[in-house]
């Protein structure tokens, strides 16, 4: 069977847009990347992609009939309006995380998809893991028996600049939302109940702001079971990606990527490579996937396994996390 | 210097484990063994070790250096005031006692008379923990932001033992709290606990819990989890995790062996060592060890009496946390 080829247009060309685009030139032949828009396109980095056109105005690809779907990465800020522009456009739609920090205006896009009969697929790229499709896959053929116990690290290596983490929605919003959704992914539950005791001790300034920047998260599912997530915005040895699912017939674990699979062993000890350091490099397979995913959706007219749903479930934790934090008590999350 | 004489308060599982150790030190003499449901052990008379039911027996001998209680933990207290009369160096397995106010008794005892009172957290004695705290102590991951404990017994013990534990956090988690105390430096300021009982509904009935999650604030500032349960199907799980301004230090777990397989199906290695005794075998040698050095009068470090009011503490605001599902002052 000959292969659809489908016209895509890109818009916010920041560093998971440039790796979204770079992906879809290089390991994603069904897709084109026809338009990107940026108020301040990088023209050296478009130019090598070859056959792109820069853009800066939006609706270049909007009013483009030939473009099909649309991948957004711009400021989280920017998703709402452009989403509900693409369904007016009838454009799919594949939305970084997260779509919007208002559970209000997840809901109102959810509903606008289903009216425009588009498709929105949402970047949570870790369910695309080959690590944790196999966990959930595992955990599903009952491999650890009856789930009792679940433990997430979710540690950068190192701590962004304050000027995004002033954007970026916080520790909660911004880092442990794929947490949220990873507990979620696994055992198919929904949270029940949060309790973030978070602390500052990388940079003071997110006390002005009300962030954090640590925190151990205690949450409880639906059904009971016992949840840990370990975040942190700096390691220095790497991005610290790590799940353990503890049960009543055994336990599964995922552990780090190292860079290299060099040692060296002298008299004092045995030195090995630090771990993947960003998103990128950890979760590299997994952006690929989710767009060969996205792919298939749109031409078999299939609805993502993962959408506004999915980020609207997170987003209400991240919000009674929040609560949390203020409060200083457990949060149930809202139904 | 003459042999220092020692005796054993309570000759159960850990009692043996101290003896065994004792009998292997050079100088040391084992003069008396006391436990009320004694059975007399012929091998032990013949090496000159007196055995008895009566703690009055172990009170009427001049020559005692040291004891080392290791009775059921309802009976430490009594026993610590008891035995003070007769030595200053005493070694008390852990709980120290099962209220504060028993404790605090104990506290004002330990000053009065200037009591040498060992407690027994022995995993303070392990060789990795104490590398781990004197690689935090070198400021090798700069200051410390987040620790982290899995502790996970093999199997749970009997129902009837459960009964008189204490519960869980008083019986099993108590060496943890002591961990972070240890690692740390600090005390543990503000606890909140989920917990649950999912291996066997008898533990349930027994108003205990059989897993739980201990989300905590230091003194210090640092954040702190410890995760437990009474049954990991695959071995004892003991592991530590610190996160530091400049990286991370962990300790994982001792293996049964070192054997690795690798065959068509993918490769196998050892479970974790199955038993405590096992696995902090070290501890228990090193614990005793250095009790013996303090009753020689060489300054040992030690957990002590405010170790062991703090780790319960901790226990009874657990205990308060789970029953109120709220984040409980230590």
Known sequence: MKNKIINVGLIGLGRIGKMHAKNISQHLPFLNLKSIVDPVPDIDFIQRLDGVQACTNTDDVFLDDTIQAVIICSPTHTHYELIKKCAQHKKHVFCEKPISFSENEIKEIINIMINEKVLIQVGLNRRFDQEFMLVKNKVNDGLVGDIQMIHITNHDASIPEFKFLKSSGGLLFDLCIHDFDMLSFITGEKINEIYVNGSVFIEPRLKEINDIDNAIITLELESGILCTIDSSRQTHYGYDQRVEVFGSKGMISVDNKPDNFYYFSNQENTKRSKIKYSFIERYKDSYITEFEHFYTCITHNNKPIVGPENILSAIKVATAGEKSIVTNQPVMVKK | ?330
């Open chain 2, 1 to 330: 210097m003459n042999n220092i004489n020692l005796a054993i308060v309570g000759f159960g599982r850990i009692g043996k484990i101290h003896a065994s150790n004792i009998l292997a030190s050079e100088n040391i003499n084992l003069k008396i063994i006391i436990d009320p449901i004694l059975d007399i052990n012929e091998k032990f008379t013949s090496i000159g070790i007196s055995q008895s039911k009566e703690i009055n027996d172990l009170l009427n001998l001049d020559n005692i250096d040291g004891v080392i209680i290791c009775s059921p933990s309802q009976y430490h207290i009594e026993q610590i005031k008891q035995i003070s009369q007769k030595t200053k160096n005493i070694f008390c397995e852990k709980p120290l006692g099962l209220s504060v106010s028993e404790i605090m008794d104990i506290k004002s005892l330990v000053t009065d008379n200037k009591l040498n009172l060992h407690v027994g957290f022995n995993r303070r004695y392990d060789p990795d923990f104490s590398s781990l705290k004197t690689a935090i102590s070198n400021g090798e991951i700069g200051d410390i932001h987040t620790i982290k404990i899995t502790s996970r017994d093999p199997s749970p013990p009997p129902i009837s033992y459960i009964k008189n534990s204490g519960g869980i956090f008083l019986d099993m988690t108590i060496h943890d709290f002591d961990m972070v105390k240890y690692l740390s430096g600090s005390e543990i300021s503000k606890i909140y606990v989920k917990g649950g009982c999912f291996i066997d509904p008898e533990i349930e009935k027994a108003n205990d819990i059989d897993t739980a999650i201990i989300n905590m604030n230091l003194k210090s500032g640092v954040l702190a989890t410890i995760n437990n349960s009474r049954k990991a199907i695959y071995g004892y799980d003991q592991r530590v995790e610190v996160l530091g301004s400049k990286g991370t230090l962990k300790v994982g777990n001792r293996l049964l062996s070192g054997l690795q397989k690798g065959t068509k199906n993918g490769f196998t290695s050892a479970n974790p060592k199955n038993f405590f005794i096992d696995r902090y075998n070290k501890s228990y040698q090193k614990e005793i060890s250095d009790f013996i050095e303090s009753i020689k009068g060489k300054i040992v470090e030690y957990a002590n009496v405010d170790d062991g009011l703090h780790a319960l503490k901790c226990g009874l605001a657990a205990n308060k946390s789970l029953l109120n599902n709220t984040p409980v002052m230590v």
